[in-house]
């Protein structure tokens, strides 16, 4: 059974950071592409950061770029994210997405598995 495990969520304050992780399990193939996906209240879920399963080619969302760092262990099969320099509006459920069909696929908003998700809260 696939699972995707998210840690690393809290309570900042604004210019503060955190890091996510990603603990995944289960998966019988060979993984092709993980990321980063965020909701906020009320709002649609929206791309943060990808990167291939192998490390390499990391993408992320033009309000991001700078700032946020993705990357992937893959001896230990865990993906990362550390956020710098949060903002509040960034406050959000933050979820890991796996693509078994490529980054383009999961850039596009589909993902063959999600995690629960982890909160971040951003004070002002």
């Known amino acids: 059974q696939v699972q995707l495990v998210e840690s690393g969520g809290g309570s900042v304050q604004a210019g503060g950071s955190l890091r996510l992780s990603c603990a995944a399990s289960?998966?019988?193939?060979?993984?092709?592409?993980v990321g980063w996906f965020r909701q906020a209240p009320g709002k649609e879920r929206e791309k943060v950061a990808a990167?291939?399963?192998?490390?390499?080619?990391?993408r992320y969302a033009d309000s991001v770029k700078g700032r946020f760092t993705v990357s992937q262990d893959k001896a230990k099969n865990t993906l990362y994210l550390q956020m710098d320099s949060l903002k509040p509006d960034e406050t959000a459920m933050y979820y890991c997405?796996?693509?078994?069909?490529?980054?383009?696929?999961?850039?596009?908003?589909?993902?063959?598995?999600w995690g629960q998700g982890t909160q971040v809260t951003v004070s002002s």
């Open positions: 997405a796996d693509n078994i069909f490529g980054c383009w696929r999961l850039w596009t908003g589909g993902a063959s598995y």
């Open positions: 289960g998966f019988s193939d060979d993984r092709v592409c």
């Open positions: 990167i291939s399963f192998q490390g390499v080619s990391p």
